[in-house]
């Protein structure tokens, strides 16, 4: 299990991480999520023992991670834009990383080579950027660590790639309970990777949630009324937006969908349809709410 | 399946550093073959020719003929290797890869710190290394091999600091192009900043000695720790081991705040500009001290160091220094309003560090501790007549303790104080065309509560300013300057009788009884001496004595001697007509007609008017008459016109007699027309010196036609640019 606890990270006078606390379970697949400069690949670079906290700590398995070769011995990064030396071949890379982490496996390597079909022999500054990726995730791959930490590493994979990719994590994690963060702009990416999110923005920490119940906890309908819907019709009910085109109506609301349905009949609906949500919709919702321009936000 | 290794941290370890040399190798290979070829080969092939004493005259040092470049190494590799080792730390990218390592900072910091000094010492290893084994195998000066590998450790110390100092502002600045102009600001500023603030001192402060302790000793471009190598380079120069040791010190220091540095924020700067480190702070405050101090000075140095200028330049200097490094590494202006702050503090500390020096807010120029307070007193200074005077670079070495020899230099240091202070320590314009030379004095005291007060004048020396000579006739100033004082008769070689031109009249072959009759005579004769007969004798000298002793009989004094400005053994005995217990002793042993002045046989007198011919060294001390020490001169140089106009030569006899009547071997204070005397037969010229107002009717009227005053107010004591001093020649002289 890893543990931020109240982590903080300042750079001059920006304060890239505020106060984040929250907690990654063994063997899950963890998002985090966030507009562009909302302090996850600090976050991220935190967890990895690369940055020293300000304040607060980071901890694997109840071990602090900073300085630590042993729980850092579990851990293992793909930065957005990995550094390989000039010149460098993936055997080179291999070479440096299995003296380097003592879970590395030349088998695992060997397999996951063929696997993508890699040239070992080539410098791999000379390959796309995608797949100076994959040659970072098949080392990352091979050093077996305990826990996987991605920033944006599916970035330029195609998406055969990026499927197999996918697989490949899920299979781990189901093996050998790995744990994996990720960091993505794209959403429906981490909605299909990943069992539990958390939002930051600003540094802090907007949502934590396993998917699932995130969904659950918001529903989007769409419904029509004879007669406009009274405005105290949804009163207790947290209404994240609210939509109306003639006498069609949608609405995003943070409830169930049986608690909303129980509110709108004595209305009289003329009909009512549960959209499903996606997470980029929650995500965006989610930071309007916190006063998120939503024009700035890149995917 | 999975097949997984073991490591442990030290296979981990050795495999990063190993990592990190195969970095370097390209660095470290290209240095070796550079450094062979321009140095190890040529040594050796040399070597190989050279015949033994050729070898030890030439060659010399263990690092040839081309060793004294060698000092470029440490200063050069360090920055090569010190950049490529922690350059790491200054692109994000890789500093993510090598701190999310499974390593412990600190040993991630040393493997590669250990890396770079590896591949820095691999050069110097390569040089040595051949050069060592040949200087053993031909060992021409009995070189130990516990020598060899001292000074080895002793270039790989030097190294180590400037490596460590390099890598101390890698670890403190975010990018490489800071690492290398923080770098290179800090090594020039660390020379500027101490050559500056020792002229600025120098020039403010009346008797500061800190400019003989670093300027003339340690150099202010060589007290550098980038350049500490250079210093082992010099022989005899006792600063080195101190300074080595300093730095080291500070390389230490530096050292462990490179690792806290490292551990704590090593990555989270990497390719950041703009944030503030402790290199960017250390780099704007002492720009800006040395732009203050260099704009200070230079238009100080136009207004007679007018305080009102010099604090405009100051600011303007320290201002303009400030901003462009503020520009340079944030790489805007937009910073700029923000970092005024900082410079106004910066301003009004180097404000107060002004006043403080220029207005003398301390009291130190006219501190002059009592009687009671001083143990004991160390005097150096150089030109006053038969003495031999302590030449210790700065350091004095002729160390008084009587209250008597205390009391002596104190009104001699009250002196200066009273006649130099006033004036602003700037007695004469020497430098510019003034024929007024001025003599060192450092005056250094002993204290009893342990600490050194310590001074250092230029004085011109004129007849008002007797406290040099009252010092001199101080009986232990004698026993510990006075050769024929301070060694027992068996110890001396000879002693040979020189007439008044400088011809050697006799070697006198004394026993030891008639050694210790000679010694005791002239004893006497200088113990009744004033000091106004061993400043002004009132007439010329008669002759000298020179003895000779053998350096094992001079024991400690040997320093003394060496250090002076005789550079040798001898000493000289000047007899003038007061000296009655020598003259009857040698009148006694009928060595009195060997005095006689020979004016038949000198053929031709050279004058020199200027009285500057040799420049600091003039007007004349005495030295031994045969010495080499400049106050001879050859033949063959005078009639080339050596002394830098058309021959001034005297050929009537009863001019030279005249002359003659009129010269003198022993002088402190006066000014006048340097002699040059050619006898029948001889390949050298004895020089002497004629006083102003001694000189001859005929000399007076031609300095007459050329408007030169020699009544002077040298003897005034007024400024000696007043004075005129036209060409004249023989020629002139004679019409």
């Not at chain 2, 101490?194 to 500061?208: D, E, N, P």
């Not at chain 2, 060192?440 to 004129?462: D, F, I, P």
């Not at chain 2, 002045?597 to 008459?625: I, N, R, W």
Request: proline share 4%.
């Amino acid at each position: 299990m890893i543990a931020l606890d109240h982590l903080t990270k300042t750079f001059g006078r920006e304060r890239a991480v505020d106060d984040l606390t929250l907690t990654v379970k063994e063997g899950s697949i963890f998002g985090l999520i966030g507009s562009n400069g909302s302090g996850k690949s600090t976050a991220l670079r935190m967890i990895a023992g690369i940055y020293a906290p300000d304040r607060g700590q980071v901890t694997l398995s109840d071990a602090p991670v900073f300085d630590h070769e042993r729980a850092k011995e579990q851990i293992f990064i793909i930065c957005d834009q990995p550094f390989i030396q000039a010149g460098e071949n993936l055997e080179d890379l291999a070479h440096f990383y299995s003296h380097i982490y003592p879970g590395f496996s030349w088998d695992d390597y060997e397999e996951l080579c063929q696997v993508f079909d890699m040239e070992r022999k080539k410098p791999i500054n000379t390959f796309s950027k995608g797949i100076r990726k994959l040659a970072m995730i098949i080392i990352a791959l091979s050093c077996n660590p305990q826990v996987l930490l991605m920033d944006e590493s599916f970035d330029g994979l195609d998406m055969v790639v990026r499927a197999a990719v996918k697989k490949l994590l899920i299979d781990r994690v189901a093996r050998q309970e790995m744990t994996v963060v990720a960091t993505s702009h794209n959403l429906y990416e981490i909605e299909e990777l990943c069992d539990h999110v958390a939002i930051i923005h600003k540094g802090r920490l907007i949502l934590e949630r396993d998917l699932d119940a995130l969904k659950e906890e918001f529903v989007r309908v769409q419904t029509a009324f004879r007669e406009p819907l009274p405005d105290d019709a949804l009163a207790g009910i947290e209404v994240i937006s609210r939509e109306s085109r003639g006498s069609l109506l949608t609405l995003i609301v943070k409830a169930g969908f049986s608690e909303l349905k129980e509110r709108l009949e004595p209305y009289g609906p003329l009909f009512l349809e549960n959209l499903p949500l996606t997470l980029e919709e929650i995500f965006i919702k989610e930071m309007e709410a916190v006063g998120y321009d939503y024009k700035n936000i890149t995917f | 399946m999975t097949t997984k290794i073991s490591l442990s941290n030290q296979q981990r370890t050795g495999f990063l550093f190993r990592h990190a040399v195969k970095r370097l190798k390209g660095v470290g290979f290209i240095s070796c073959i550079v450094y062979l070829a321009v140095f190890t080969i040529p040594f050796i092939i040399r070597s190989v020719q050279a015949q033994e004493e050729y070898f030890a005259s030439e060659v010399g040092k263990i690092y040839g003929f081309t060793g004294a470049l060698l000092f470029i190494l440490p200063v050069v590799m360090p920055l090569f290797t010190g950049v490529m080792s922690f350059q790491f730390m200054h692109q994000a990218d890789r500093a993510d890869l090598y701190y999310s390592l499974p390593v412990r900072r600190p040993t991630l910091f040393f493997t590669h710190f250990l890396a770079g000094l590896t591949v820095s010492i691999l050069p110097l290893l390569v040089i040595y290394l051949p050069s060592a084994v040949m200087v053993l195998i031909k060992n021409p000066f009995g070189i130990t091999l516990v020598s060899l590998l001292t000074e080895f450790l002793t270039l790989c110390l030097t190294l180590f600091i400037s490596y460590t100092l390099v890598c101390f502002i890698g670890v403190f600045t975010p990018t490489v192009l800071d690492h290398v102009l923080y770098t290179g600001g800090i090594g020039a500023a660390i020379s500027l900043g101490i050559g500056y603030t020792v002229q600025a001192l120098s020039q403010m402060l009346v008797g500061f000695s800190g400019g003989a302790l670093l300027l003339r000793n340690f150099g202010s471009l060589w007290c550098n720790p980038f350049l500490l190598s250079y210093r082992i380079f010099i022989d005899n120069d006792r600063y080195r081991w101190p300074l080595l040791l300093s730095f080291l010190a500070l390389a230490v220091v530096c050292l462990l705040l490179s690792v806290f540095g490292f551990c704590r924020h090593g990555c989270e700067r990497a390719g950041r500009v703009g944030g503030r480190t402790l290199v960017k702070e250390i780099c704007k405050y002492v720009g800006a001290y040395v732009g203050g101090l260099l704009l200070s000075l230079a238009l100080g140095g136009m207004t007679d160091l007018s305080p009102g200028v010099m604090i405009v330049g100051l600011l303007l200097g320290s201002f303009i220094a400030y901003t462009i490094i503020e520009a340079v590494s944030m790489r805007s202006f937009r910073t700029f309003g923000r970092s005024m702050k900082g410079y106004a503090v910066t301003a009004v500390c180097l404000l107060a560090l002004f006043s403080v020096a220029r207005f003398d807010l301390m009291g130190y120029q006219n501190r002059v501790p009592s009687t009671q307070q001083i143990a004991s007193v160390s005097i150096d200074y150089f030109g006053v007549s038969d003495t031999h005077v302590s030449h210790g670079e700065g350091n004095p070495r002729l160390t008084l303790e009587t209250p008597e020899a205390i009391e002596a230099v104190r009104n001699l240091h009250t002196g200066l104080v009273e006649s130099l202070v006033p004036m602003g320590g700037r007695e004469a314009d020497y430098y510019f065309g003034g024929t007024e030379i001025a003599k060192t004095v450092t005056v250094s005291y002993h204290l009893k509560n342990g600490l050194t007060l310590q001074r250092r004048y230029e004085k011109v020396m004129r007849a008002d300013f007797p406290y040099f000579e009252a010092l001199c006739v101080v009986p232990e100033f004698r026993q510990k300057t006075d050769l024929s004082a301070m060694v027992e008769p068996n110890r001396f070689n000879s002693f040979q009788l020189y007439n008044a031109v400088g011809q050697k009249a006799a070697l006198m072959n004394l026993d030891l009884e008639k050694q210790a009759e000679l010694l005791d005579a002239i004893a006497k004769d200088r113990a009744s001496e004033t000091p106004q007969q061993f400043a002004r004798p009132q007439s010329p000298s008669l002759g000298s004595i020179v003895i000779t002793a053998t350096p094992s009989a001079l024991g400690e004094n040997l320093a003394l001697l060496q250090k002076n400005g005789l550079n040798s053994y001898h000493g000289v005995v000047v007899i003038g007509t007061h000296y009655e217990n020598t003259l009857a002793l040698l009148k006694k042993w009928g060595f009195d007609q060997n005095l006689d002045l020979p004016s038949g046989q000198v053929k031709v007198a050279y004058v020199d008017y200027s009285g500057t011919m040799f420049g600091q060294e003039t007007p004349l001390f005495l030295s031994e008459p045969n010495g080499d020490n400049g106050y001879r001169t050859s033949i063959g140089m005078l009639e080339e016109g050596a002394w830098g106009k058309e021959p001034s030569s005297i050929l009537n006899p009863e001019e030279i007699q005249a002359l003659l009547s009129c010269s003198y071997q022993q002088y402190t204070n006066e000014q006048g027309y340097v002699v040059a005397y050619v006898v029948e037969g001889a390949t050298e010229a004895q020089m002497l010196l004629i006083p102003y107002e001694k000189a001859p009717e005929f000399l007076k009227k031609a300095l007459d036609n050329y408007e030169v005053d020699v009544t002077s107010s040298y003897y005034e004591g007024t400024p000696a640019d007043t004075v005129k001093t036209p060409p004249i020649t023989a020629q002139t002289i004679r019409e």
